[in-house]
C-alpha cells in the first residue's frame, strides 16, 4: 500500500556531515507524523527524530543541537540533516510514517528497509 524508501547514508568521518531523505509513495490520502530511527548493532531501535504535518518537530537528547529534520507535505518526502557527526551516531537509519489512506479513517504506519551511516574516528 505505501512504500518508504531511504536514501543518502554512507561513511563519513567523525565531524563530517550527511543528508539523509525518505519519499513515502503509493496509498496515501496523508501523512501525520514521519521520523526518523536508528539501530546500531546489538542495540534496540531508537527515535532520532520526528516531525508531524504541521512541522513540530521532536529530538533524542543525544542528536540534539547537531540534527535537523525536515519534511515536504507536497513530495510525501522527510529529511534528516545530520551534522557534527560522531562514532556513535553509527547506525541503520530507518524512515518511518503514519499514513492515512483515506476519508475512511484507515491507516497505515510503518518502516523503510533502513539506509547505513558509519561514522569514523
Known amino acids: 500500500q505505501v512504500q518508504l524508501v531511504e536514501s543518502g547514508g554512507g561513511l563519513v568521518q567523525a565531524g563530517g556531515s550527511l543528508r539523509l531523505s525518505c519519499v513515502a509513495s503509493?496509498?496515501?490520502?496523508?501523512?501525520?507524523?514521519m521520523g526518523w530511527y536508528r539501530q546500531a548493532p546489538g542495540e534496540r531501535r531508537e527515535l532520532v527524530a520526528d516531525?508531524?504535518?504541521?512541522?513540530?518537530?521532536n529530538y533524542a537528547d543525544a542528536v540534539k543541537g547537531r540534527f535537523t529534520i525536515s519534511r515536504d507535505n507536497a513530495k510525501n518526502t522527510v529529511d534528516l540533516q545530520m551534522n557534527s557527526l560522531k562514532p556513535e551516531d553509527t547506525a541503520v537509519y530507518f524512515c518511518?510514517?503514519?499514513?492515512?489512506?483515506?476519508?475512511?479513517?484507515?491507516?497505515?504506519?510503518?518502516w523503510g528497509r533502513g539506509t547505513r551511516v558509519t561514522v569514523s574516528s
Open positions: 503509493g496509498r496515501i490520502f496523508s501523512i501525520s507524523e
Open positions: 518511518n510514517a503514519l499514513v492515512s489512506l483515506g476519508s475512511d479513517g484507515s491507516t497505515w504506519h510503518g
Open positions: 516531525i508531524t504535518s504541521s512541522a513540530m518537530t
